[in-house]
């Protein structure tokens, strides 16, 4: 029993089916493609995976329209491939790491940049510029069996029509197994954490009224309409 009402469990859509994944924490990987690292002013040489959170439920279905946050001016897209975790995982080697993915999908890892690079000067943490309310679109995740490849194909995003992130898989610095290894001997992952696991180069500022459409092979697409900011 609790003294207050418990908050709605967190989910996220499945791919030809009503079923839900719940969602337990969102972890995200830092620079995990050179290009990317290069445009944000920083060596891409392969040092070690960093990690940021953002609250379960910042996740929003594919379609639902998200309201321009406060607090920024220059609210940034970063395309990224998402992997939904399926099974216990504590000090995972990588060759094992791919039996506890239950799925993966197409996520936005929505940016206040302008908050973030604050951040960045003082040596202040990320969470208001990473973790804010609906900061977290993704598209339906597809069940492993299903997933033509987490190694390579075109990952991209297009606001109004127009090209602004493109690239492959094959180009993250720590791939999917990397990762899952690397965040397991830190922190025991459990059912229902999603790993957001970075993105390519081209990240850019979008605002009321725009329309993020992107995409990943072989794992669907999203669409993501920018709102008016809420009253
Ligand atoms: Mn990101």
């Known amino acids: 029993m609790y003294v207050i009402e418990p908050p709605q469990q967190a989910s996220v859509a499945v791919s030809g089916r009503e079923d839900r994944f719940p ?15 290069r445009e944000m002013g920083n060596d ?3 040092e070690p995976p960093f990690f940021f959170t953002k609250p379960a439920d910042a996740v ?9 946050p406060p607090d920024t001016s220059d609210m940034h897209h970063e395309i990224e491939l998402v992997i939904a975790i399926g099974k216990p995982a504590r000090a995972i080697s990588v ?6 993915v239950w799925g993966a999908g197409v996520g936005i890892d929505l940016t206040r940049r302008d ?10 943490p990320w969470d208001f510029s990473k973790g804010f309310d609906n900061s977290a679109p993704i598209a339906p995740l597809v069940p492993i069996a299903d997933v033509p490849s987490l190694s390579k194909g075109r990952i991209y995003l297009e606001v109004n029509g127009e ?10 610095i720590w791939p999917v197994a990397d990762t899952i290894a690397y965040l397991s001997a830190s922190i025991a992952l459990a059912p229902g ?4 696991t970075g993105t390519p180069a081209g990240v850019a500022a979008v605002s009321a009224g725009d329309v993020m459409t992107g995409g990943i092979d072989g794992l669907g697409t999203i669409r993501t309409e920018i709102g008016q900011p809420l009253a």
Do not use: W
């Open 23 to 37: 969602v337990r924490r969102i972890f995200c990987v830092g620079r995990n493609y050179a290009a990317h690292a």
């Open 115 to 124: 908050l973030q690079a604050v951040a960045k000067k003082m040596g202040r």
């Open 95 to 100: 060759d094992d790491a791919m039996s506890v």
């Open 193 to 196: 954490d999603l790993i957001m």
């Open 163 to 172: 090209i602004r992130q493109d690239a492959d898989l094959a180009e993250l």
């Open 60 to 68: 929003v279905d594919t379609g639902v329209s998200v309201p321009y």
């Open 44 to 46: 891409p040489d392969r």
